[in-house]
């Protein structure tokens, strides 16, 4: 019986919680297929990046222009080419014996024989890459199985961004982090004070359905979030008089990893994020967001926009890093749902469950 199967005077549906190994390796090996952030894009300067993604160590480097991600190993005697620099613009330069590498990953010389250059087969494995939304993203396989997400707001010349880079990589999965992100029934709780108030903490009656490759949702009406009148709240937003502040969200999911939300104050002011958790390992992620506003001050930004952003964050860490199993369940019936409450994570699991049996063979 699923969930929606159940009678309307029926509120959960509940079993206990059952480690599935199987179902926890065919939701990571899919990810493969799928573009994630490695890197923000401020930071990619003349000097390369070291990156982690699903465990394979990557260098990101700007070649003739061009943002490249390749395997860190150099194809001579494998030392780590992030650590190497980036000579005339052109190449990437191994620090152990200086093999250099072109844009397409192609070694173009060995120091030691010049005159093989232009004739080597040697050279380092190139990924998919994007910069985009002010974020260098990487894609493990050639074709991935769905496009970058698109997020219009970040070229909307009203609203500030900034990149919030992590205070710390997070012990948990992915898609249990997702989880964490768009679960409305928390707020009120957990974020108490921040992005909710725990009196009130019904979760207002929403719709979700698939899109192409996301996932939407609509609330029936406003959400209210208290702000408290000692606190920056929402990144230097100006504090009403009544300590209720409204707004309308629009959440969605791009499959499978991310987030997006936009919201729209009733002053009219907007707030939006973009976020995804990048997989280093099964149960390692880097919380990549960029944030932006319509308001405040744009040279406190870091300090409001991006202090709001991590303090939140450090709330929700040790609760995510504590679930049990470390996944999500295969089954939606080995954890306990109720009615209406989670039907976002719900159609989530559902979709994730879908893409792990195509994808994660």
């Not at 401020?42 to 000097?47: A, S």
């Not at 000579?87 to 120091?111: F, K, M, N, V």
């Not at 409204?246 to 999911?253: H, K, L």
Request: net charge negative; charged share 25%.
């Amino acid at each position: 019986m699923t969930l929606t199967d159940l009678p309307d005077e029926s509120a959960f549906t509940s079993r206990v919680n059952e480690f599935n190994a199987d179902g926890e390796a065919r939701i990571y090996r899919s990810l493969r297929h799928f573009w994630h952030p490695v890197a923000y894009a401020e930071d990619l300067g003349d000097t390369p990046i070291r990156a982690t993604l699903m465990g394979q160590q990557l260098v990101v480097v700007r070649l003739d222009g061009e943002v490249c991600v390749f395997d860190d190993l150099c194809a001579h005697r494998g030392s780590a080419l992030s650590i190497g620099a980036v000579i005339g613009g052109r190449e990437l330069q191994c620090p152990y014996h200086g093999w250099q590498y072109d844009s397409s990953g192609r070694c173009t010389l060995a120091p030691q024989r010049p005159d093989l250059a232009g004739h080597l087969r040697a050279g380092v494995h190139k990924y998919l890459s994007a910069e985009r939304y002010g974020l260098i993203w990487a894609c493990l396989v050639d074709e991935p199985y769905y496009p970058l997400p698109e997020y219009p707001q970040f070229d909307d010349p009203g609203l500030h961004h900034i990149a919030c880079r992590p205070l710390t990589d997070w012990e948990c999965s992915a898609p249990r982090r997702v989880e964490n992100y768009t679960d409305y029934s928390h707020f009120a709780i957990l974020h108490d004070g921040y992005l909710g108030d725990a009196t009130q903490p019904a979760v207002p009656g929403h719709d979700v359905w698939r899109d192409e490759n996301r996932l939407e949702n609509l609330q029936d009406k406003k959400t209210l979030v208290r702000v408290p009148v000692d606190s920056a709240a929402w990144g230097g937003k100006d504090l009403p008089e009544d300590p209720y502040v409204y707004f309308s969200i629009d959440w969605r999911v791009f499959m499978p990893l991310t987030c997006m939300l936009n919201i729209v104050f009733s002053d009219g002011n907007k707030y939006n994020l973009l976020f995804h958790p990048t997989p280093l390992g099964p149960r390692s992620i880097r919380n990549f967001t960029i944030a932006g506003r319509d308001f405040g001050d744009p040279a406190k930004a870091d300090e409001e926009l991006g202090g709001f952003v991590h303090f939140i964050y450090e709330q929700d860490r040790p609760v995510v890093e504590s679930q049990r199993p470390e996944e999500l369940p295969e089954d939606l019936s080995e954890e306990m749902h109720l009615k209406g409450v989670d039907k976002y994570s719900i159609e989530y699991r559902r979709w994730l469950f879908e893409l792990a049996e195509k994808l994660g063979s």
